[in-house]
C-alpha cells in the first residue's frame, strides 16, 4: 500500500521556521521524483520545489527561493522542506508528491499557519 505521509507543520510566528517531512512507503522511493505544493481554500496549488531521485535540486518557487530548503534521505524513505523566514502568506496546506513516468502519489497533507 503506498503512503506519503507528511508532518511537522503547526503554527509559528513570522520570522520562524518549521521543517516538513514526508515518509514515503510501498514504492521505491530512490526512484521518484520528490515535490513539494501548497495550497488553500480557493487558491491554485503552487510547486514549491522539486528534487531529483538521486538528490539533484531541480526547482524552488520564486516565493520561496532562498527561504526553503527541500532534501531527501533516500535511506530513511523521506523528503524534507526546511522553511526558514516564515511569512504569514506561507500560510497554507502542504503536500508532498512522488512521481515518475505515469505514476503519481499524494500525501493527505500538513498545515502550516505563520500569524502573530
Known amino acids: 500500500q503506498v503512503q506519503l505521509v507528511e508532518s511537522g507543520g503547526g503554527w509559528v510566528q513570522p520570522g520562524g521556521s518549521l521543517r516538513l517531512s514526508c515518509a514515503a512507503s510501498?514504492?521505491?522511493?530512490?526512484?521518484?521524483?520528490m515535490r513539494w505544493y501548497r495550497q488553500g481554500p480557493g487558491k491554485e496549488r503552487e510547486l514549491l520545489a522539486s528534487?531529483?531521485?538521486?538528490?539533484?535540486?531541480?526547482y524552488y518557487a520564486d516565493s520561496v527561493k532562498r527561504r526553503f530548503t527541500i532534501s531527501r534521505d533516500n535511506v530513511k524513505n523521506t523528503v524534507y522542506l526546511q522553511m526558514n523566514s516564515l511569512k504569514p502568506e506561507d500560510t497554507d496546506m502542504y503536500y508532498c508528491?512522488?512521481?515518475?513516468?505515469?505514476?503519481?502519489?499524494w500525501g493527505q497533507g500538513t498545515q502550516v499557519s505563520v500569524s502573530s
Open positions: 528534487i531529483g531521485n538521486i538528490g539533484m535540486v531541480t
Open positions: 510501498g514504492f521505491i522511493f530512490s526512484t521518484y521524483r
Open positions: 508528491n512522488a512521481q515518475k513516468a505515469w505514476s503519481e502519489y
